[in-house]
C-alpha cells in the first residue's frame, strides 16, 4: 500500500530531457589550412550558424544521428552524417573543395582608385600566376595590357604610349624601385603568391605620382595571413622558390620569401660563354598599422669573348651586375575622416659593367600623406624626399680591365637632393554621377652645381552616364630629371645640366559594362614630348639622327639622345570574367614620333598595332588551360640606300612582324592539409624569331692603288636576331 503514493508521484513529475551535445568545429578550405569565415552550418533538427573570422562555430543539438550541411561561397557543399553522445562535446573539422577547382578567378578591371585617380588597370587574386606567357609572375601580365608594347620580347623593357623605357615608374609597397624584374626573359623579385595588387596606369595620373614622365606601375604585397602559418614551396626548371607566412604572438604577422635561380647549366648547355645568375628575398612584418620590410634583388650575366692579348689568345669576361637593397619602416592610421600614411626608406645599389667598374648609391628616402573627407570633397596632399650619395666603384679584380671613363657621368661622385610636395582635391560635383580631380604638384632636384624646379598641373573628370556608361577625360603635365634610357640600379639624378624632361599627357575613354560578363573600356591618347632622353637601338645607322648631348661622355653619350616627338593613338579592351572562361583582347592603334635631324620620323620602338588575346578555361578535374596570343608590328629600321647610304633617310623600313604564342596548363590535387600543382608552360610555342635590328656584311674589294678594303654591302642587309624557345615545367606545394 506504500507504493501507490509512489507510483502516482512518478507519473506526475515531469520528464526530463536528455542532455544535449556540443558541436563545435573550424571550416577551412581543401588543402590548405586556410579557414573559410561566413560558411554556413545547418543541422537537420533546424540548429544553424555562421562561422567566424577564423572558420569556428558551435551548435547545441540533440543526441543521436545528425546530418550537418556546410556551404560557403564559390566551394561545393559538404553533407556528413556524426552521432553526437548525451552531455558530450564533439570537436570537428569541415573541408570544402574550390567549386571551380582552383581559388576565386583573377580581376582586371579599369575603376578609379580611392586615393589615386586616373585610368588604371588593376589586377588582383592569386589566380594571375597561372596567366600564360607571364611564366606564373603577376607583375609579367602588364606586358598584356593596352598601351604597352615589348620592342625586344625576351628582354623587359617596356614602351608605354611611346614613351622611353627609362620614363616609367615602378612602385612596390609605396616605395621606389628602379626595377621590378630580373635580366632577360625570367620573372620579378616579388614573390607571386605574395602579390595583392598591381595597378598600372599608362598615363594622365594625378598629382600623387611625381618624378616620372612615362606609365607607372604600382604593386602592392600583402601581409601575411591572421588565421595560422602557411608555407608554399616552387621548383621549376631554371630556379626554386619559397614563401612562409607566420601568426606570431600579440598580433604579429611576419613573410618570408625568396627565390634562387640557377640558368647557367641549362644556357651553357647551348652556348658555353653564357652565365646568369639570380637571386632575391623578402622580409615583411606587420603589428597593427606599422609595417617593417626589407627586400634585396640581385643579377649577374657573364658573355665572354676572345681577344688577342700579349701575342696569345685569351678568353675575356664581360660582366654585368645589378644589385639593390631596401629597409622601409611605413605606418598607416585611420581615425574618423582622416587617413594618413608614412614611411621611411634607406637603399643600397649598386651596378657593375666595363670590367668591373660602376657605381654604388646610398639613399636614405621619405613620404608622407594625408586624405581628409568632408561631405562631397576629399583632399588628397603629402611630401616625400631623398637624399643620396653616388661614389664610382670598381667591382672588379683585373684592373686591367677597369674602365672607369666608360660610366663617365653615371659613375661621377655627388649627392642628389631631390624634394616634392602634391595636393589635390576631389569634388563629386553631381553625387555618384560626376566628379572632379584638380592639383598640381612642385619637386626640386639637385646635384653638384644645378638645380631644377618642376611645376605640375594635373586634373581629371569622370561622368557616370548610366550605371553601365562612364566617361573620363584626363590630363596635365609630367617632368623627370634626365634618365637613362633603360631603368636601372644606382643610376638616377645625374646629368642635371641636361634639364628637365617633360612630357603633356591627355587622354579620354568610356567604360562600358555590358551582358555576360563583358567590359569593354577603349582610349584614345596624345602625348608630347620635350628635352626627353631616348634611347640609340639601333647602332647601324649614323645619319639623320640626333646628336648626343655635348655635355655627356662614355657610356651616356653613346646610347642617349635628346630628342623631341609626340605619340598618339587607341587603345581597346575587351574583357570578360566568367566562371569557366575568362579572358581579354587588348589592341592598341598607335603612332611614336621623333624629331631627327632630317625631320619627323617613327620613334626606333614605334609599333602600329599590338594585339593580346589571352584567354583560360577552367575544366573538370581542376585543370586551367590557358594560350595568349600576340602580334605585333615590326619596329622601324633604317635600310641604308646604295651605295654609301648617305641619302638614307632614317626608319624607312620595319623589321618584320612578330607573332607569339604561348600556352600553359596546370593541375591542382588537394589533400586534407595541403594542396599540390604541376604546371607545364611554352612561351613561345611558335618558335618566333626576336630581331635586334640590321647588320650588313662587308665585302673586300681592290682599290686602283691596289689596296685591299672591306666594304660594307648596303645592297643586303640581314637581320640581327635569334629563334627562341622557352619550356617551363615545375611544381608548387602549399599549405
Same mark, same amino acid.
Given at each position: ?60 543539438? *540533440? ?57 588604371? %588597370? ?7 600566376? =597561372? ?33 622611353? *623605357?627609362?620614363? &616609367? ?42 618624378? %616620372? ?24 626548371? %631554371? ?23 640557377? *640558368? ?35 643579377? +649577374?650575366? &657573364? ?42 626608406? $634607406? ?9 668591373? &667598374? ?68 576631389? /569634388? ?16 626640386? +632636384? ?23 556608361? =562612364? ?9 623627370? *630629371? ?90 581597346? /579592351? ?56 600576340? +602580334? ?12 654609301? $647610304? ?46 635586334? $635590328? ?15 678594303? /672591306? ?25
Amino acid at each position: 500500500m506504500h507504493l501507490a503514493p509512489l507510483c502516482l508521484l512518478l507519473l506526475a513529475a515531469p520528464l526530463q530531457a536528455a542532455p544535449a551535445s556540443v558541436l563545435s568545429g573550424r571550416v577551412f578550405q581543401r588543402g590548405s589550412i586556410a579557414p573559410l569565415p561566413g560558411a554556413h552550418v545547418r543541422a537537420s533538427t533546424g540548429q544553424s550558424a555562421v562561422a567566424d573570422e577564423e572558420g569556428r562555430f558551435q551548435l547545441e543539438l *540533440p543526441a543521436g544521428e545528425v546530418e550537418l550541411h556546410i556551404q560557403a561561397d564559390r566551394y561545393e557543399p559538404l553533407r556528413v552524417r556524426e552521432h553526437l553522445q548525451a552531455g558530450r562535446r564533439l570537436e570537428m573539422e569541415f573541408r570544402l573543395v574550390p567549386r571551380l577547382g582552383f581559388r576565386a578567378p583573377f580581376t582586371a578591371t579599369v575603376r578609379g582608385d580611392p586615393r589615386r585617380e586616373g585610368d588604371r %588597370f588593376m589586377l588582383r587574386d592569386e589566380e594571375l600566376r =597561372t596567366l600564360p606567357g607571364t611564366l606564373g609572375d603577376p607583375l609579367r601580365a602588364v606586358s598584356l595590357l593596352p598601351g604597352v608594347s615589348v620592342p625586344v620580347p625576351v628582354l623587359p623593357i617596356y614602351v608605354v604610349r611611346g614613351s622611353s *623605357p627609362g620614363m &616609367n615608374g615602378y612602385f612596390l609597397d609605396g616605395m621606389r624601385v628602379p626595377q621590378l624584374f630580373h635580366l632577360l626573359l625570367l620573372s620579378s623579385f616579388v614573390y607571386p603568391s605574395l602579390v595583392a595588387r598591381i595597378d598600372f596606369y599608362p598615363g594622365a595620373y594625378d598629382a600623387s605620382f611625381g618624378r %616620372f614622365a612615362g606609365g607607372i606601375v604600382d604593386a602592392e604585397t600583402r601581409p601575411a595571413r591572421s588565421d595560422s602559418s602557411h608555407g608554399e614551396l616552387q621548383v621549376r626548371l %631554371f630556379d626554386v622558390a619559397g614563401a612562409a607566412e607566420l601568426k606570431l604572438p600579440r598580433g604579429v604577422r611576419l613573410t618570408a620569401s625568396g627565390q634562387y635561380g640557377y *640558368p647557367g647549366p641549362l644556357l651553357r648547355a647551348f652556348d658555353p660563354r653564357v652565365d646568369l645568375q639570380y637571386w632575391d628575398y623578402q622580409l615583411r612584418l606587420d603589428w597593427k598599422g606599422l609595417t617593417v620590410q626589407a627586400l634585396g634583388f640581385f643579377d +649577374y650575366v &657573364n658573355i665572354s669573348r676572345e681577344e688577342i692579348r700579349r701575342g696569345s689568345l685569351r678568353r675575356v669576361p664581360t660582366e654585368f651586375r645589378l644589385m639593390f637593397h631596401r629597409v622601409q619602416v611605413r605606418h598607416h592610421h585611420r581615425t574618423g575622416r582622416l587617413e594618413t600614411e608614412a614611411g621611411l626608406v $634607406g637603399g643600397v645599389d649598386e651596378l657593375s659593367a666595363f670590367g668591373g &667598374n660602376g657605381v654604388r648609391k646610398l639613399s636614405l628616402a621619405w613620404r608622407a600623406n594625408g586624405q581628409l573627407r568632408l561631405g562631397r570633397f576629399r583632399l588628397f596632399a603629402g611630401v616625400e624626399g631623398e637624399l643620396s650619395r653616388f661614389t664610382p666603384e670598381n667591382f672588379g679584380s683585373d684592373e686591367m680591365q677597369a674602365a672607369p671613363d666608360e660610366l663617365a657621368d653615371f659613375g661621377e661622385g655627388r649627392t642628389g637632393i631631390v624634394a616634392g610636395a602634391f595636393a589635390q582635391g576631389r /569634388m563629386d560635383l553631381l553625387p555618384e554621377r560626376l566628379s572632379l580631380t584638380a592639383g598640381g604638384r612642385i619637386d626640386v +632636384y639637385h646635384a653638384g652645381r644645378v638645380t631644377l624646379l618642376g611645376l605640375e598641373p594635373r586634373a581629371q573628370l569622370r561622368f557616370h552616364a548610366q550605371r553601365w556608361l =562612364t566617361f573620363t577625360l584626363g590630363g596635365g603635365l609630367y617632368q623627370q *630629371p634626365p634618365s637613362f634610357p633603360v631603368p636601372l640600379p644606382g643610376i638616377d639624378t645625374f646629368a642635371l645640366q641636361l634639364g628637365l624632361q617633360r612630357a603633356i599627357h591627355g587622354a579620354s575613354g568610356l567604360e562600358l559594362q555590358l551582358p555576360q560578363s563583358f567590359h569593354v573600356k577603349a582610349t584614345g591618347f596624345y602625348q608630347k614630348f620635350m628635352n626627353m632622353n631616348d634611347v640609340v637601338l639601333d647602332f647601324g645607322p649614323q645619319l639623320c639622327t640626333s646628336p648626343p648631348p655635348e655635355s655627356l661622355r662614355g657610356a651616356p653619350a653613346l646610347v642617349t639622345r635628346q630628342v623631341e616627338g609626340q605619340s598618339f593613338g587607341m587603345e581597346v /579592351m575587351v574583357r570578360r570574367r566568367g566562371e569557366r572562361l575568362n579572358g581579354w583582347v587588348s589592341y592598341t592603334l598607335s603612332r611614336a614620333e621623333r624629331i631627327f635631324t632630317c625631320g619627323l620620323r617613327p620613334a626606333d620602338y614605334d609599333q602600329t598595332h599590338v594585339l593580346n588575346i589571352v584567354l583560360q578555361v577552367r575544366l573538370p578535374w581542376r585543370i586551367v588551360a590557358g594560350a595568349r596570343l600576340s +602580334y605585333a608590328t615590326g619596329r622601324p629600321v633604317t635600310l641604308f640606300e646604295p651605295p654609301d $647610304g648617305r641619302s638614307t633617310v632614317r626608319n624607312n623600313g620595319r623589321l618584320p612582324d612578330y607573332v607569339q604564342l604561348d600556352l600553359r596548363l596546370d593541375r591542382e590535387w588537394r589533400f586534407q592539409r595541403w594542396a599540390l600543382a604541376a604546371f607545364v608552360e611554352v612561351v613561345n610555342a611558335t618558335y618566333s624569331q626576336v630581331n635586334f $635590328g640590321l647588320v650588313y656584311p662587308e665585302e673586300e674589294i681592290t682599290l686602283p692603288d691596289g689596296r685591299m678594303v /672591306m666594304v660594307p654591302r648596303f645592297d643586303k642587309p640581314e637581320l640581327n636576331g635569334f629563334p627562341w624557345i622557352l619550356p617551363s615545367v615545375g611544381l608548387r606545394a602549399h599549405f
